[in-house]
């Protein structure tokens, strides 16, 4: 499959902290540069979905490659459905350090925000 990169940038955002945490991360794992960030949902945790996140450099038939910031992240169409408009963002403040989904298609969000119901 190809890697062709979806003109629909608009539904998944990256903020700028974010992708430099990102390619942080990539370097100091020695992360190859043919790695996309890889945003999921499924089932389970407190609020019915929670998130996921990882590196993949395998392409499926079902997924969309978006590049923000020179970052590729690749969503699977069943979970675009879920993450549509959200902007993926890296907090580092009281409240801890990590990455922080900015959905708007959550209801509900559990308090430790990594699980969320529609």
């Known amino acids: 499959m190809s890697d062709t990169v979806s003109q629909r940038t608009g539904e998944i955002s990256l903020t700028e902290k974010a992708a430099n945490e990102i390619k942080a991360i990539m370097n100091e794992n020695g992360i ?8 999921g949902v499924k089932g389970g945790g407190c609020s019915g979905f929670s998130y996921s996140l990882g590196f993949d450099e395998v392409l499926r038939e079902n997924d969309v490659v978006f590049e923000v910031h020179d970052v590729r992240l690749v969503v699977d169409r069943k979970s675009l ?38």
Request: hydrophobic letters at 35%.
């Open 32 to 39: 190859r540069g043919s790695s996309r960030l890889r945003l």
């Open 81 to 118: 459905f879920y993450l549509a408009g959200t902007e993926l963002d890296f907090s580092d403040g009281l409240q801890g350090r990590g990455f922080v989904f900015n959905n708007p298609n959550a209801a509900r969000t559990c308090g430790c925000g990594d699980s969320f119901g529609v």
